[in-house]
């Protein structure tokens, strides 16, 4: 039943939005010198984000949350594909449709649909992620309501208390 729940969602938002990067992994290829995180040959680097790019599509650098800025020349991005895009960074990093992928897939695109719904950062990303990872939670249930068009349930999810 959750597999199916799962694949019908899958397929309810596949066209919906793009899938948001920060899940994106990278391994560094060489040493980093000086850099104050992590920049050893070999290590993986995970919820890579753009940061800086050329206008041709080319990136310069990634970036984590939290911190940390990586030249992209010395990372190797092992679960995104680079899209040249028009505006500053000029680049975007989009999840591969993967299995391994699908989870954060449509995690990501419930998020982005509820962020379209009105509702704020953190509840959205909450509620998502119940959608995804656990959909026969209140939580998972009401978002899956909320991103069928149920504005009530929207609603319900930014009172509180049932997304934690």
Request: with cysteine.
């Amino acid at each position: 039943m959750k597999k199916y729940f799962l694949m019908s969602a899958m397929l309810l938002l596949a066209n919906e939005t793009p899938a948001l990067a920060d899940e994106c992994k990278g391994v560094v290829t060489q040493d980093i010198p000086d850099n104050s995180y992590d920049g050893k040959a070999g290590t993986i680097i995970e919820q890579l984000h753009e940061y800086e790019g050329k206008p041709d599509g080319t990136p310069l650098t990634y970036a984590v949350h939290g911190g940390g800025v990586y030249p992209a020349d010395h990372i190797r991005i092992l679960n995104c594909t680079i899209h040249k895009i028009s505006t500053d960074p000029y680049y975007e990093l989009k999840l591969n449709n993967t299995s391994e992928n699908a989870d954060d897939i449509i995690m990501q695109k419930a998020e982005a649909q509820l962020l379209q719904m009105g509702m704020d950062n953190a509840d959205a990303s909450n509620a998502a992620y119940a959608y995804a990872k656990s959909p026969d939670t209140a939580c998972g249930k009401m978002a899956a309501r909320a991103i069928n068009g149920d504005q009530s349930a929207a609603s319900l999810i930014l009172s509180g208390g049932i997304c934690p």
